[in-house]
C-alpha cells in the first residue's frame, strides 16, 4: 500500500511531503482487523492485558485508549488495576499469573511504576513470547542480532512510516538523535538492518549540526522542544520527528512559531502547545516530514495492537500465514 502524499502550501510555503501517521494507522488497523478476524476463524483471539498501578490521569488516558484499539480491532483486552502501594513481589506475581493465562498474548506494564516498585525486575519478568512493549533483553537481543522478535512499538512505527512512504533506506545516511533503550537505540538497529548508514548521536556529541547535516533521513527523539534547527536539515531530507513536548512558555513558543501565525495563535488562546524536537521550520527544507501531532504519536498504540497480534500468531497460531508485514525486524528491509 502507499500512503497518499500529501504536499501543501501552507502559512510559510510549505515544501515538504507531509509523513501523515493517522493514515498509516487507519491502514495498519484495516490488515490487523483482517488478520484478526482470520485467527478468530481458528478460535484464536488476540489479548492484551494491561497493568495500571495506581492513579496516574496520564497513564490512565494511555491505557484507556490502548483498550479501545484493542475494542476496535476486535481483540480481547482486560486491565489489572493494583493499588498505587503495590510491592515488586505483588507485580511479579500479576505478571506471573498473566505469563500462564493462555488467552493473553500481550502483557503491558503501564510506566511509569511507583518509586517504591524495582520496575527492570516487573518488565524483566514478562514472558518475552508475551513482551509487546518490546523491552525484553531477550527481545532486544534477537533485534541486535536481526531475528524475529517483538520490536518497541514507537521505532518500529517510524519504520513503517518510511517503508509505507517509499522513502529508500538502503544505503541512505541517517543519523539518530538519541539513544535511549525504548527509542533511539532500537531505531538505529532497525536502520541498520535495513541497510543504512546509521549515525548515533546523544548529549555528548560534538558539532551535531555538522552531523544531522549529513543525513539524508534524520530521526530526532531527545525530547528537546524544537533543538533541531531547519537549517540543520539537508534540502530533500526525510524527517520523523519522535519528540512530544509541550511547550508552556511564550517567547519559546514565539521562537517555534515565528513563521506559523495560526499555531502561534492557537498556543496564545490554549497556553500550551505540542511540539516535536525538530522546529517546525524544517518543512520548509525537508523533503518529508511527520508532523507534531499526528506523525508518530498515532503509530505506537498502532505497533502496539500488530505486536499483539503478532504475538497471538507466533504462540499461538505458528502454521497460519501472516496477511500483513508491520513491526519487525524482518519486515523492515532487514535480513
Ligand atoms: P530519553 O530517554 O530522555 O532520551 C533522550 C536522548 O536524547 C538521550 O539519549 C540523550 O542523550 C539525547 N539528548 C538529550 N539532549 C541532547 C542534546 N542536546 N544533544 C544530543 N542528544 C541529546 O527520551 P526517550 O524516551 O527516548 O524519548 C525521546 C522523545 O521522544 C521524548 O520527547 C518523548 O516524549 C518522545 N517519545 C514519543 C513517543 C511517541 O509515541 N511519539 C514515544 C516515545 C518517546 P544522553 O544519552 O547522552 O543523555
Known amino acids: 500500500m502507499r500512503v497518499h502524499e500529501k504536499k501543501e502550501k501552507g502559512e510559510c510555503g510549505m515544501t515538504a511531503r507531509i509523513l501523515d501517521g493517522t493514515k498509516i494507522r487507519d491502514a495498519i488497523f484495516g490488515e490487523l482487523k483482517d488478520e484478526v478476524a482470520i485467527l478468530a476463524s481458528t478460535g484464536i483471539r488476540p489479548g492484551l492485558a494491561a497493568v495500571l498501578v495506581g492513579k496516574n490521569p496520564a497513564s490512565e488516558i494511555y491505557v484507556k485508549s490502548k483498550i479501545a484499539a484493542c475494542q476496535q480491532l476486535g481483540m480481547g483486552s482486560g486491565l489489572i488495576a493494583p493499588a498505587a502501594s503495590a510491592s515488586t513481589a505483588e507485580l511479579l506475581a500479576i505478571v506471573e499469573d498473566l505469563n500462564r493465562d493462555n488467552d493473553t498474548d500481550g502483557i503491558l506494564i503501564q510506566l511509569p511504576l511507583p518509586g517504591q516498585v524495582d520496575t527492570k525486575r516487573v518488565l524483566e519478568a514478562v514472558d518475552p513470547a508475551k513482551d509487546v512493549d518490546g523491552f525484553h533483553p531477550v527481545n532486544l537481543g534477537r533485534l541486535v542480532s536481526g531475528r524475529p522478535g517483538l520490536v518497541a512499538c514507537t521505532p518500529a512505527g517510524c519504520m513503517e ?100 501565525p495560526a499555531r502561534l495563535e492557537k498556543f496564545r488562546a490554549k497556553g500550551n502547545a505540542l511540539v516535536g524536537d525538530v522546529h517546525p521550520d524544517a518543512v520548509n527544507v525537508a523533503g518529508a516530514i511527520t508532523p507534531v501531532p499526528g506523525g508518530v504519536g498515532p503509530m505506537t498504540i498502532t505497533m502496539l495492537m500488530s505486536n499483539t497480534v503478532k504475538a497471538a500468531r507466533m504462540r499461538r497460531a505458528k502454521a497460519i500465514p501472516r496477511t500483513i508485514s508491520a513491526g519487525g525486524p524482518a519486515s523492515s528491509g532487514g535480513r
Open 161 to 260: 512510516i518510511l517503508r509505507r512512504n517509499e522513502i529508500a533506506i538502503e544505503g541512505a545516511n541517517a543519523v539518530v538523535l538519541g539513544r535511549s533503550d525504548i527509542v533511539g537505540k532500537p531505531m538505529a538497529l532497525l536502520l541498520m538492518h535495513a541497510n543504512a548508514t546509521v549515525t548515533i548521536c546523544h548529549s555528548k556529541t560534538k558539532d551535531l549540526a555538522e552531523v544531522v547535516r549529513r543525513a539524508d533521513i534524520v530521526v530526532a527523539a531527545m525530547g528537546k522542544a524544537g533543538f533541531v534547527e531547519a537549517d540543520w536539515i539537508r534540502a530533500g531530507a526525510a524527517v520523523i520527528d519522535v519528540g512530544t513536548n509541550r511547550v508552556t512558555d511564550a517567547r519559546e513558543a514565539e521562537r517555534l512559531f515565528r513563521n506559523f
